[in-house]
C-alpha cells in the first residue's frame, strides 16, 4: 500500500497583502490571510484578488488530448467533467499557456480547466481548478505562463479567488514552487487531501489476508 498526500488547495490572488497564519502539515494548509485590518467576510478563509488579462480557449477534443498525454493529466481536468459539472452549478472553462493542446505529446505544454461557481454578495463567483493547473511545477516559465493564463481567465469572469489543486505530490520543492508562482496554502480543501494505492496483484485471499480484520469483515458482509 502506498500513500500519496498532496497540497490540496492553494489560493491566488492580486495587489493584496495577506497574513498567513501556521504551518502546512502533510496533508493540510495554512490559513488565509485577510483583506485590509479590520476587514470582516462572511468566507473569512476566502482570498480575494484583483486580476487582469484576456483568455486563451482551446476546444474539448484537442485539450483532452493534451490532458490524456500529460504526466499530471487528471480526469478531473477532462472536458467530460466539465460538462457533468455544469448540470449541478458550476460553468467550465479553459485556459491554457501558449500551444497547448497543439502538440500533446510535448509534456511541458500547460493548462487549466476552471470551474465557475457564484456566491451570495459581496463575493460574486469563486474559480477553481480541481486537480489542475496540469502543468510541471519544476518547469518555472511554463508553471508561470499557465498561472497568468488562468489568472486572466479567473478575472474576466470576474472572479473573487481562484482556488487550485494540483496533482501533485505535497512535498517542500512543490509548496515553495506554489508560492513562487503566487499562491498560498489553504486550511480546507474540495478533493480529498490523500490517495491510496493498494496492490491489487496476486489471488484474492492474499489481499483480503493483508486487511484488517474488520475490513474483510464488512467485504464480506456486502457480497
Known amino acids: 500500500m502506498r500513500v500519496q498526500i498532496f497540497h490540496s488547495a492553494f489560493a491566488q490572488y492580486g495587489n493584496i497583502k495577506l497574513e498567513c497564519r501556521g ?33 486563451n480557449p482551446v476546444p474539448a477534443q484537442s485539450w483532452d488530448d493534451f490532458v490524456n498525454h500529460h504526466p499530471n493529466g487528471h480526469l478531473l481536468q477532462l472536458n467530460a467533467w466539465g460538462e457533468l459539472k455544469s448540470k449541478f452549478g458550476w460553468k467550465p472553462v479553459r485556459a491554457s499557456a501558449p500551444g497547448a493542446g497543439e ?21 460574486g463567483k469563486l474559480a477553481y481548478a480541481p486537480r489542475g493547473p ?23 469572469h470576474r472572479a473573487f479567488a481562484l482556488v487550485i489543486e494540483p496533482e501533485m505530490l505535497d512535498t517542500p520543492e512543490n509548496a515553495q514552487a506554489l508560492r513562487g508562482l503566487g499562491f498560498a496554502p489553504l486550511d480546507w480543501t474540495i478533493q480529498p487531501p490523500r490517495t491510496i494505492w493498494v496492490d491489487l496483484r496476486g489471488e484474492e485471499d492474499a489481499i483480503l489476508a493483508r486487511m484488517k480484520s474488520k475490513t474483510r469483515y464488512n467485504i464480506n458482509l456486502a457480497r
Do not use: N, W
Not at 30 to 53: E, T, V
Not at 137 to 151: G, Y
Open 23 to 55: 504551518v502546512a502539515q502533510p496533508g493540510s494548509a495554512l490559513r488565509s490571510g485577510r483583506r485590509g485590518p479590520g476587514f470582516k467576510s462572511p468566507l473569512p478563509d476566502f482570498f480575494f484578488l484583483y486580476m487582469s488579462a484576456p483568455q
Open 103 to 123: 502538440r500533446p505529446e510535448r509534456s511541458e505544454l500547460t493548462g487549466a480547466q476552471l470551474l465557475l461557481r457564484r456566491f451570495p454578495p459581496p463575493l
Open 134 to 156: 496540469v502543468m510541471d511545477v519544476r518547469d518555472a516559465p511554463a508553471a508561470s505562463a499557465i498561472t497568468q493564463s488562468a489568472v486572466t481567465l479567473a478575472r474576466k
